[in-house]
C-alpha cells in the first residue's frame, strides 16, 4: 500500500495509542484525536520515558476525514465493535482506510464492519494511563517491547508506506503477512496468566511453581486444541513453553487482568476465556478447565 503524507487519526489517545501518536508527532506526522468525549479543540498528554516526562498536544479529528486518512485503534477488547462503528459512521470515511487494530483477546466482529481495511498490530510494550488533579492524560511506559503489524512487506515503493513512517515512529515494528498464529499464541498466554494471577492475587512468577503446573498444562492443551481447530498449528509444547517463558520475564508484574481488579475497572475476561471456550464449543472441543476459571473468576468479582 501507498500513501503520501498519512493523516494519522488516533484514538484515546489511551496507553499503547499514546506512545504510537507521540512517537508519530516525533517524526513531524500529522495526528490528530478522536476522543470518546471532548469539547475542546485538542487534546494534550504526558509520557514518562526513562523517568523522563514530555507534554504531547494533537488536534481533534476535523471532518469530513481526509482522504489519506490512518486510524490507530488501540483500545480495549469490549470497546473494539463500538469503536469501529464509530470511526465507519464518520463524515468521510472510506472502507479502503487503513485501521491499525491492537487490543489483547479477539473479538468477533458484526458482519457490517467486515469489510474494513483492519491490520492487526500485536505489542509487548507496557504501559499505563492515568490522569492527574489536573485532568491531564498521563501514560507512563513502563516496559520497551517490540510489535507486529499484519501487512504486506517492505516493496519497492516502501518509502510511501504508512508502514514505513510507523516503524520508525514505534520501533521495532515488524511486518508480517499473517498475525493469526501470534495473536492465537498471545491469546493463549493470557488466557492462562491473566486469569489465574487476578483470582489468587498474585504476581506473574507465581504460576512457575511446581504446584501450579498441571493447571497451566491443562490450560494450554485445551486452548491449542481449539486454536489447532481453527487452523492455527500451534503445538501443546509451544503454547506451555511460552507461558512460562512470559511468567519468567514478567515475573514481578501484575498482569493487566490482576492491576483492572485491583481497581476496579471492567476486565477482558470475555473476550479472552470466554471467547477461547465459546470458539471450542462451537467446534465441539471441550474445555472444562477454563470453564472452571471462569466460573471461579465470576463468582469472586461478577466481573
Ligand atoms: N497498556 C499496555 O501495556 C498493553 C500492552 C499490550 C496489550 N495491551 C492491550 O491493548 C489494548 C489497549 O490497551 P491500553 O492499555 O492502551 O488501553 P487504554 O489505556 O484504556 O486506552 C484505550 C483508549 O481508547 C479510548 N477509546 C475506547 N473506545 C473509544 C471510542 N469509541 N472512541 C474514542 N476513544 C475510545 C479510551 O478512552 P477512555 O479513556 O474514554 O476509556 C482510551 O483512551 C487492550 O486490549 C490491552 O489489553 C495493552
Known amino acids: 500500500m501507498t500513501m503520501a503524507n498519512p493523516?494519522?487519526?488516533?484514538?484515546?489517545?489511551?496507553?499503547?495509542s499514546g506512545l504510537m501518536a507521540a512517537g508519530l508527532l516525533e517524526h513531524r506526522q500529522s495526528v490528530s484525536i478522536l476522543a470518546r468525549h471532548t469539547r475542546?479543540?485538542?487534546?494534550?498528554?504526558?509520557?514518562?520515558?526513562?523517568g523522563k516526562k514530555t507534554a504531547f498536544s494533537a488536534p481533534v479529528v476535523q471532518l469530513p476525514l481526509a482522504k489519506n486518512s490512518v486510524f490507530i485503534v488501540a483500545v480495549k477488547a469490549f470497546d473494539v465493535?463500538?469503536?469501529?462503528?464509530?470511526?465507519?459512521?464518520?463524515?468521510?470515511?472510506q472502507k479502503t482506510m487503513p485501521i491499525v487494530l491492537s487490543h489483547n483477546g479477539m473479538v468477533t466482529l458484526p458482519a457490517t464492519?467486515?469489510?474494513?481495511?483492519?491490520?492487526?498490530?500485536?505489542?509487548?510494550?507496557g504501559a499505563v494511563k492515568s490522569r492527574d488533579e489536573n485532568d491531564t492524560i498521563c501514560i507512563e511506559h513502563r516496559g520497551s517491547g517490540r510489535s507486529w503489524l499484519e501487512a504486506e512487506k517492505k516493496s519497492t515503493q516502501a518509502k510511501l508506506s504508512p508502514w514505513f513512517i510507523l516503524q520508525d515512529a514505534f520501533p521495532p515494528l515488524l511486518l508480517e503477512q499473517d498475525l493469526s498464529e501470534k495473536r492465537w499464541l498471545k491469546l493463549v498466554v493470557n488466557c492462562v496468566i491473566n486469569p489465574l494471577t487476578a483470582i489468587?492475587?498474585?504476581?506473574?512468577?507465581?504460576?512457575?511453581?511446581?504446584?501450579?503446573?498441571?493447571?497451566?498444562?491443562?490450560?494450554?492443551?485445551?486452548a491449542v486444541a481449539v486454536a489447532n481447530k481453527q487452523g492455527i498449528s500451534l503445538t501443546r509444547d509451544d503454547c506451555y513453553q511460552e507461558v512460562l517463558r512470559v511468567a519468567r520475564e514478567t515475573a514481578l508484574n501484575h498482569s493487566s487482568m490482576l492491576q483492572d481488579i485491583k481497581q476496579q475497572r471492567r476486565?477482558?475476561?470475555?473476550?479472552?476465556?470466554?471467547?477461547?471456550?465459546?470458539?471450542?464449543?462451537?467446534?465441539?472441543?471441550?474445555?472444562?478447565?477454563?470453564?472452571?476459571?471462569?466460573?471461579?473468576?465470576?463468582?469472586?468479582?461478577?466481573?
Open 7 to 16: 493523516n494519522w487519526v488516533v484514538l484515546g489517545p489511551g496507553a499503547i
Open 40 to 50: 475542546k479543540n485538542s487534546v494534550s498528554w504526558q509520557i514518562t520515558r526513562s
Open 81 to 93: 465493535t463500538d469503536a469501529l462503528q464509530r470511526i465507519s459512521e464518520l463524515d468521510g470515511f
Open 113 to 125: 464492519l467486515k469489510g474494513l481495511n483492519v491490520h492487526y498490530m500485536v505489542t509487548t510494550h
Open 200 to 222: 489468587y492475587q498474585c504476581v506473574n512468577g507465581e504460576l512457575l511453581k511446581e504446584k501450579w503446573q498441571p493447571q497451566l498444562y491443562s490450560l494450554a492443551t485445551e
Open 267 to 303: 476486565t477482558e475476561i470475555q473476550q479472552l476465556t470466554g471467547y477461547l471456550i465459546q470458539t471450542g464449543k462451537a467446534a465441539g472441543i471441550a474445555t472444562p478447565t477454563h470453564q472452571a476459571l471462569l466460573d471461579e473468576f465470576q463468582k469472586r468479582y461478577a466481573n
